[in-house]
């Protein structure tokens, strides 16, 4: 397995296992290839965009987000993470991690943020590679009505 950098050329490929994994379960979203490399491609397209891939004959697994100023230094936001299916659970997760660590550490880059489903296995996956559940911030959102 070799994990590199992501570039403009591994959208696709990044896409179709996007869209693969999170149709499925748990999350039984409804991502199209074409949504997916909309979505992915937003992110790569965006300043400050950081992205990990792990591949041996194909694209198994990648991480990417975006690095964001805050008054403390930048920050990086986690933004997507995806391990196929046939390779839950193998430590590809674990060691794409510590290579973002490692990335942004080289970046001057001291803090990580993300958001997910406190009811799913990524919530599991993350308190188990450090990472803790914020007591101070929470996540809101707001549905905006349809114009009438």
């Not at 591994?10 to 991502?31: I, K, N």
Request: with cysteine; glycine share 8%.
């Amino acid at each position: 397995m070799r994990i590199r950098e992501i570039t403009a050329s591994d959208l696709d490929r990044c896409s179709h296992l996007f869209a693969g994994v999170f149709s499925g379960p748990p999350w039984h979203e409804p991502w199209t290839i074409e949504s997916a490399l909309h979505r992915l491609s937003h992110f790569f397209q965006s300043p400050g965009f950081v992205g990990l891939l792990a591949e041996d004959t194909a694209t198994i697994a990648f991480v990417l987000g975006n690095t964001e100023p805050f008054q403390s230094g930048e920050w990086f936001y986690l933004r997507e993470m995806c391990t196929s299916t046939a390779h839950q659970r193998q430590g590809i997760g674990r060691t794409l991690l510590r290579n973002l660590d490692e990335k942004l550490g080289s970046m001057g880059i001291r803090h990580i943020y993300l958001l997910t489903d406190r009811h799913i296995p990524a919530a599991q996956f993350y308190l188990a590679n450090g990472y803790q559940a914020s007591d101070r911030m929470g996540c809101y959102f707001r549905d905006i009505p349809p114009l009438p």
